[in-house]
């Protein structure tokens, strides 16, 4: 029966990472491949459907194969996981969370060492048992990802009142991107779009693949910003987020730039 458990709770992030890639439109996933077979818009596609069909076969498949096929899953996605940290996260989607780090990796090293538990306990073949568990894990594993991405929308929407209401001028925005970014490239389009001078003010530095962006700013996703005052000094906080960056933006003193 705890085989069958473990297997189960393996399950549960497959098949929740799998369906909100599927659900999301893929121009709006921030996918941090860029070419080849798995670059968006099939990769997002093509690495669900492996999510779900790996799920199913932990549910279905009898014995010790299933913690096999367990281990192997979250062997490889431990070394993605770590391969792209600091790229932006989305393993669930749209959901807003945190960029890929120390936290995702060790999350599916976890996974494997329940796998290998698992493996050792075998052999368990209680296919009910396992889908009951399954479906569980899945709800619980996407109540969670929701009241993180709730949370994240509620401090960026603070942030951007906070941009507003702030009474230190900004005159100029250091703006760091990625070419890997959906949202990079939302703001981007803002940004084209504004008068010149606010334009003009905005000084953009595309971060490499494995680059990140200087101080407090390194452990946040991109877009992030720092507004600076007319000596060339910060003011404020850096933000990150396109909502937030777009605030900041806005309040640039454009008058100065006339």
């Known amino acids: 029966m705890l085989a069958d458990l ?26 941090p491949i860029r070419s080849g077979p798995l670059a968006a818009p099939h990769g997002p596609r093509l690495i669900a459907a492996a999510e779900l069909v790996g799920a199913v076969l932990l549910i279905v ?7 096999v096929g367990g281990l192997v899953a979250y062997l490889a ?31 599916n090293a976890a996974g494997a060492l329940l ?21 569980a894990a899945t709800a619980l594993i996407t109540g969670v990802v929701f009241a993180v991405d709730h949370r994240a929308r509620a401090i960026e929407a603070a942030k951007e009142k906070q941009i507003v209401e702030r009474t230190d001028a900004v005159y100029s925005v250091q703006l760091y991107t990625s ?17 010149p001078a606010r334009r003009d003010a905005v000084a953009e530095t595309v971060l490499r693949p494995d680059g990140a962006a200087p101080g407090a700013m390194a452990e946040m996703g991109v877009p992030c910003a720092q507004g600076l005052d007319a000596a060339g000094k910060p003011v404020g906080g850096p933000v990150s987020g396109i909502g937030p960056v777009k605030a900041l933006i806005n309040s640039i003193v454009v008058t100065a730039h006339a």
Do not use: N, Y
Not at 179 to 194: Q, T, Y
């Open 115 to 135: 796998a290998v538990i698992a493996l050792l306990i075998g052999p368990g073949d209680q296919t009910a048992l396992r889908v009951g568990f399954a479906v």
């Open 6 to 31: 473990l297997v189960a709770v393996l399950a549960g992030p497959l098949v929740a990472s799998g369906v909100a890639k599927l659900a999301a439109p893929t121009e709006k996933l921030s996918w």
């Open 77 to 107: 996605l431990t070394g993605v996981a770590q391969a792209l940290r600091g790229q932006k996260c989305a393993c669930f989607g749209l959901a807003r969370l945190a960029s890929v780090g120390r936290t995702h990796v060790l999350m």
């Open 61 to 67: 498949v009898p014995g010790r194969l299933a913690a």
């Open 179 to 195: 070419e890997s970014c959906p949202s990079c490239r939302a703001l981007k389009k803002l940004v084209a779009g504004m008068e």
